[in-house]
């Protein structure tokens, strides 16, 4: 808790008309409780409430961060939908993003980024990917920039068939070669995406 000496607050405000208009800015600033600290009264004030971390590891938001890429403009992420900042197609209040919106900065993306990933995709993953709990952190952030760049129920759905046996039957060794399966051979992402897939199979046996 932050406190304030009384004393001190009204010499603060000795240029005030009377005292009263002192006692009604205290009375703004919300003191919860009050006491005798040396024989002068003291006001004591609730500081802030923190902003809680995102339970996302930073592996993950490094990775993602990484081959998303902070773009401070809206732009077509290639189906034809309006993205802004990290790969965030919503802002953090709900709205989506629309053309025409104005640009971001890096750390409103970034807050974006986590706030997404954690509500959109961590969330879900931890409630579908099978053995998810024995799972390191390491290999959590793999598959959350795997879904995050691939859909967050790509787990049981069809086309994602050998990577979805590979987390059923534990078997883990088998993940980054089910990884590489999923780089659309042939087109024109396909070597951003092969760069994503290994740096993703680093991850998760690290």
Not at 12 to 32: C, F, G, H, W
Not at 88 to 113: C, H, N
């Amino acid at each position: 808790m932050a406190k304030i000496n009384l004393r001190d607050f009204f010499l603060y405000y000795k240029d005030t008309p009377n005292q009263q208009e002192a006692v009604r800015l205290l009375e703004e600033m919300s003191p919860i409780t009050c006491m005798v600290d040396n024989s002068t009264w003291v006001l004591k004030f609730r500081e802030p409430e923190p902003v809680p971390e995102s339970v996302v590891p930073a592996a993950a938001l490094d990775i993602i961060a990484e081959f998303e890429g902070f773009v401070p403009t809206v732009y077509d992420d290639g189906v034809g939908v309006a993205t802004i900042g990290y790969g965030s197609t919503f802002y953090l209040d709900g709205r989506q993003v629309a053309w025409g919106d104005p640009p971001i900065t890096e750390p409103e993306a970034r807050k974006m980024m986590e706030s997404i990933c954690e509500k959109d995709f961590w969330n879900v993953l931890k409630n579908t990917i099978p053995r998810w709990d024995e799972l390191n952190d390491n290999q959590r952030s793999a598959l959350c920039s795997f879904a995050y760049n691939l859909g967050s129920h790509f787990f049981g759905n069809p086309g994602f068939n050998t990577i979805s046996a590979c987390l059923t039957d534990k078997a883990w060794d088998e993940v980054p070669a089910a990884l590489m399966l999923y780089i659309n051979p042939g087109s024109p992402v396909e070597a951003g995406l092969r760069r994503r897939r290994e740096a993703e199979g680093r991850l998760w046996v690290s």
